[in-house]
Structure formats: structure tokens, C-alpha cells
């Protein structure tokens, strides 16, 4: 897994309601397309190959970005550092 993808899921693990999309891309310092490319390969839509590490969920406002189960547990164990 590349650094991009490390930096992403430990930011989310760091959020218990999530985080946006924009926020996300800031703090991370990455263009929004170069992260929703990334978030197809680590999100939940089989059509595309995701991992099932992140789901993306809008809340009206924004888009929210948060760990899914599985993505949790892949920190929690330490299976990522």
C-alpha cells in the first residue's frame, strides 16, 4: 500500500465522526482527483476493486469519509503501522 493510502486510513482512524473529503485532501495535501482515485481503490464499490477499508457517505452538506469495519480492524490489529 502506498505512503497516500497509509497517511489516508490513519486519518480517519484519528476521527471517531469522520472526516470530509475537502479537509481530508488538505490535510493530506493532495488534489481532490488524485483522492477520489485512491478512495475507488480503498472504498467499499466492488465495480471498481475496492478493499473495503473506507466508505464515503454524504451528510447533506458534504462528504464524509470514515473507516469502515474492516479498515479498523486492519489498524487495530497492527497490520498497518
Known sequence: MDDLALR???LLHGSADG?????AAKR???EHSRL???LAVLGENARFG???LVRQ???GER?????TGRGQSLIENGLMP
Open 8 to 10: 489516508l486510513l490513519q
Open 57 to 59: 457517505h454524504d451528510d
Open 50 to 52: 475496492g478493499l473495503g
Open 19 to 23: 472526516v470530509s473529503l475537502a479537509r
Open 28 to 30: 493530506l495535501d493532495v
Open 63 to 67: 462528504i464524509l469519509l470514515s473507516l
Open 36 to 38: 477520489r482515485r485512491l
